[in-house]
């Protein structure tokens, strides 16, 4: 094992790739000699060429409809927005062409792409690149969607997304980037799908991806004071979903409480919930419960952005009205 | 430019090849058999013509939704459209795409597309494709005069200018953007002019004459492929129908409309061929009746197949998850 940041990771995962095979290439704004807005593509411009490590102007739709075009013709094409706040710019090439190809076309094409964004709050960068808009494209059948929440996680995934031959959309939470974790000396891929128990316990469930995995963590513990054992749940891969893994740690606790950075109104988790009830409803002994960021934009103010958010002390709210 | 008969006869089979697949279309919709949007390309067949004339089987296209004329002319199989028109398992997307998003990536057709202003990223992509992988293959990039008010026209356009791409952006000026003329959609009377602020060549051609479309696409492609950058050309036309079947076309007049069917250039392409001796009256009727018959059995066997089975819907949105059925 070896000690890693969590954008180490993800520029590991690509680097591997990259390394092994000439048709990964990475573009986005400020990915060359500049390193990446948030330094995750440091030091690939000199290892793997302005060639392989292109920077773009500041066109986000072309960012991305390149990308498009790229993987349709052969190219296995890793595509950067420095924010996820700016994938509105290009939602048409996500929406309408990356997601839609295949199927439009009767499954006669491939679209191996990849496209990094970095989202979530606690940057202090308010309203327009502080989002979590993870349910956007969640909402879009033809993309497969994943959040890491850690160096290993960060890398093996990062592998799984570029063997793809389906346009993978790789969220990153800017808050993680500088968090240590270990990885393994020979990174392995990390099939899409699978949900990793990071917590076992036996009276609540609370399943969580990305920032507030180490939020929930945190509640588990200040619970685990009072008596109460919480399982958190890492659901790595948000499409597809490891209904399995749910299901496994439902049946054990009978309440859930679902956590997520996004926007309570209309957030992914709000979906999760709906499929539980639909299939899981006679497992449950409560309601279930979610906690997400106030339906606000994200503000600046510290005091503010830090009050909108998920926190700690919200997360332990929630789990002790269900017990 | 001095061109060989038989190219000239196979771009005229070409633009009449489109015509009467455009014209069965037309009369299909009208009877109710083919369900949805259709954009017929009647009017501006020398434009695919012509720039097409000048690609292999490998260089790439991107369409627009007024697709069936370049589809034509990078060599689709008509049988495989007409049966996606008539949305059936054989058509060439499984019937899951129909008129606006015909592609066929074996003949590098990255597909029709129902977004105004969408090829243009998706060519620059494959541009950037063709350049890291040193083919000398190029991407003629299709688009009209509407979409070039779209952010995509001036993304890509950028990137390809900066990145020298092998792509050949051909507008189709046909005049209207919809309902729009040109004249309240932009205050440019010549795209091409655009060309300026990327630093590349822009011209325009007549685009209902399809040696002057042959020839200004071929001299981009030329370039193009000795990685000389991309060109914008533009080919004034026009559509004889309405943006789409059903369109009550309110918007310009009759006496437009008579002046542009005078240019058709079908008919002047006919009337060059029995002209310069290219052709006679009987060749040209045997290419006739020979598209006639193609037309047909294309008809027949859209006809005849059967529909997708309504599980296959849940298919093809990955390449390894098929989704649940009802």
Request: hydrophobic share 40%; glycine share 10%.
């Amino acid at each position: 094992m070896r000690k890693m940041t969590y954008a180490e990771g993800i520029r590991e995962g690509m680097r591997i790739r990259m390394q092994e095979d000439d048709s990964v290439i990475i573009f986005g704004e400020d990915v060359g000699q500049f390193g990446g807005c948030f330094g995750v593509t440091a030091g690939m411009f000199e290892e793997f060429s302005g060639e392989r490590v292109k920077d773009t102007p500041i066109s986000e739709g072309v960012i991305i409809g390149s990308a498009v075009g790229a993987a349709a013709t052969g190219l296995k094409p890793i595509a950067e927005l420095m924010f996820v706040d700016f994938a509105t710019v290009g939602m048409d090439q996500l929406v309408n062409q990356a997601a839609k190809m295949r199927y439009m076309f009767g499954g006669k094409i491939g679209l191996p792409m990849v496209v990094r964004l970095p989202g979530g709050a606690g940057t202090r960068a308010a309203a327009q690149h502080s989002q979590s808009l993870e349910s956007w494209l969640t909402h879009v059948p033809g993309l497969k969607l994943v959040y890491p929440s850690n160096a290993e996680d960060a890398a093996g995934l990062m592998l799984s997304a570029i063997d793809d031959d389906n346009p993978v959309i790789y969220f990153e939470h800017k808050v993680l980037y500088a968090m240590e974790g270990e990885v393994p000396d020979k990174i392995e891929p990390i099939p899409f799908g699978k949900a990793k128990v990071k917590r076992e316990g036996s009276d609540v469930t609370i399943l969580t991806y990305a920032k507030q995995v180490y939020d929930s963590l945190e509640a588990a513990k200040q619970l685990e004071a009072e008596g109460i054992d919480v399982e958190v749940i890492d659901l790595r891969s948000l499409y597809p979903l490891d209904k399995e893994a749910i299901e496994k740690s439902i049946k054990k606790t009978n309440k859930v409480v679902l956590v997520s950075e996004e926007v309570k109104r209309g957030g992914y988790i709000g979906e999760i919930a709906a499929m539980i009830s639909e299939d899981f409803f006679y497992e449950l002994d409560a309601p279930i419960v979610r906690v997400g960021t106030l339906n606000v934009p994200i503000p600046f103010s510290p005091v503010l952005e830090d009050y909108v958010v998920p926190r700690v002390e919200d997360i332990v709210n929630a789990v002790k009205k269900l017990v | 430019m001095k061109l060989e008969n038989e190219k000239i006869l196979n771009m005229y089979e070409n633009m009449l090849t489109i015509r009467r697949f455009e014209e069965k279309a037309q009369e299909l919709f009208a009877a109710g058999d083919i369900p949805g949007f259709v954009h017929l390309y009647i009017g501006e067949e020398a434009v695919a013509t012509g720039a097409c004339a000048n690609l292999n089987e490998d260089d790439y296209i991107t369409s627009t939704h007024r697709g069936h004329g370049h589809i034509v002319s990078k060599g689709g199989d008509l049988k495989l459209m007409m049966a996606e028109l008539y949305g059936k398992k054989t058509g060439y997307c499984k019937g899951k795409g129909g008129s606006m998003h015909i592609a066929d990536a074996t003949k590098g057709i990255l597909g029709a597309n129902g977004i105004v202003g969408a090829g243009h990223n998706i060519a620059a992509g494959a541009g950037l494709s063709i350049k890291y992988r040193k083919t000398d293959q190029v991407c003629v990039c299709f688009f009209g005069d509407g979409s070039t008010n779209q952010s995509t026209f001036h993304e890509a356009l950028n990137l390809a200018s900066i990145w020298k791409l092998p792509v050949v952006f051909v507008c189709e000026n046909n005049g209207y953007g919809i309902s729009l003329s040109q004249k309240f959609h932009q205050a440019i009377k010549d795209i091409s002019d655009r060309a300026v602020s990327y630093n590349i060549p822009g011209v325009t051609v007549d685009g209902n004459d399809v040696f002057a479309v042959y020839e200004a696409v071929g001299e981009a492609v030329n370039r193009a492929r000795k990685q000389q950058g991309p060109t914008l050309v533009e080919c004034k036309t026009y559509r004889h129908r309405g943006h789409f079947e059903g369109d009550p076309v309110n918007y310009r007049s009759k006496e437009e409309l008579q002046e542009w069917m005078e240019k058709d250039p079908i008919q002047r392409m006919e009337k060059y061929l029995l002209e310069n001796d290219v052709a006679s009256e009987d060749k040209l009727k045997e290419i006739s009746d020979n598209i006639n018959s193609e037309i047909e059995e294309a008809v027949k066997f859209a006809k005849e197949s059967p529909f997708p089975d309504v599980e296959a819907s849940v298919e093809d949105v990955y390449s390894d998850i098929v989704e649940e059925v009802k």
